[in-house]
């Protein structure tokens, strides 16, 4: 996390804030957007950290999740809620943790992923989409203008595609990509 931290943080327009308990997100961009934006909403939020099928981290504790126990709830979605108010109405949020909508060890996790998707850009209202997703996210996933510039289209599923399909492993975007370029 620190690797990639002091990597962006070189970049002009990417501003990379801490932390730790994930209650705190709101308060965390509401002085975000004070600090580094004149007051004005955010427009990519990418929350980088920790990840598993139907599950994101955020510093010490879970972030957002399918929970298993009440179909189609999402733990933190008072959390999404409670965010609105720092996203602009067209923002994109990321949330790039390791294998976060689907993994090939787990098969059964993709209808999860695709209801913990819909629900969060339900929570954080709006027109706003979010995205998670398909592989490995680590340090050389990033460059210092953020996310690898080829990496969305590849390992990023997002809401509004989660309402029709299934989300595709990385390795099936790349042999489809391939099959279109050839």
């Keep these: 996390m620190n690797t990639v931290a002091a990597l962006v943080e070189r970049g002009t327009d990417i501003k990379v804030v801490r932390c730790e308990d994930p209650t705190k997100l709101p308060e965390i961009l509401r002085g975000a957007?004070?600090?580094?934006?004149?007051?004005?909403?955010i427009d990519l939020l990418e929350i980088y950290d920790h990840a598993s099928v139907r599950s994101q981290w955020l510093g010490s504790g879970v972030l957002?999740?399918?929970a298993a126990n009440k179909p189609n709830s999402v733990e933190g979605y008072d959390i999404a809620r409670q965010c609105r108010d720092h996203l602009r109405k067209d923002a994109q949020i990321r949330l790039l943790g390791c294998h976060l909508i689907i993994d090939q060890e787990d098969p059964t996790g993709e209808y999860a992923s695709r209801v913990l998707l819909v629900r969060l850009a339900e929570a954080f209202g709006e027109s706003r989409v979010v995205y998670g997703t398909n592989t490995k996210i680590d340090q050389r996933s990033f460059t210092q203008n953020?996310?690898?510039?080829?990496?969305?289209?590849?390992?990023l599923f997002s809401s509004q595609a989660a309402f029709d399909s299934a989300p595709?492993?990385?390795e099936r975007r790349g042999s489809n990509l391939n099959e279109?370029?050839?």
């Design 33 to 41: 957007c004070a600090e580094f934006f004149g007051g004005e909403p």
């Design 64 to 66: 957002f999740e399918y």
């Design 146 to 155: 953020g996310l690898h510039r080829w990496l969305p289209d590849m390992a």
């Design 168 to 170: 595709a492993t990385y």
């Design 180 to 182: 279109m370029i050839s």
